[in-house]
């Protein structure tokens, strides 16, 4: 009984320490403030991007009246562009592009197609057709 006890004591210990072990042992990777600055400014314009797509969609569909859509787009449009100008200002621009080479607008405009490519398929493209009896 006594052996029973002492061989589930010294496996629970070395499972306990099998677990801890490497939690002490690692070594924490720095990341440093630009970066995270950088991840954080990239992540607040494309979710700019995404909301002009959705606001843009809501506005298709009728859900958005006009006076809305103009008020939200132009608010949402001016956030994705400072957010744009910033990157390119701090950090050298997402795809290397200068801000003289194109405009904002225009760099804006191309992001935003860039994600609403959704491709119109016909009905039964992409599809296996089955032999009509």
């Known amino acids: 009984m006594w052996l029973t006890i002492a061989l589930i004591s010294v496996f629970s210990i070395a499972a306990v320490g099998y677990v801890i072990l490497p939690l002490f042992g690692r070594t924490r990777t720095v990341v440093s403030a630009e970066g995270e600055e950088l991840a954080d400014l990239i ?28 008020r939200f787009n132009r608010i949402l449009r001016l956030r994705a562009i400072r957010l744009i100008e910033r990157i390119e200002a701090e950090f050298g621009g997402p795809d290397g592009l200068g801000p003289d080479t194109v405009q904002l607008d ?3 405009e191309l992001e935003i197609s860039r994600r609403r490519r959704v491709e ?3 009905p039964n493209e992409g599809c296996r057709s089955f032999p009509q009896e």
């Open 106 to 108: 225009e760099r804006l």
């Open 43 to 70: 992540t607040r314009k494309e979710v700019a991007l995404e909301a002009i797509r959705e606001l843009e969609f809501d506005h298709g569909v009728g859900k958005i009246e006009d006076a809305d859509f103009e």
């Open 120 to 122: 119109e398929r016909l």
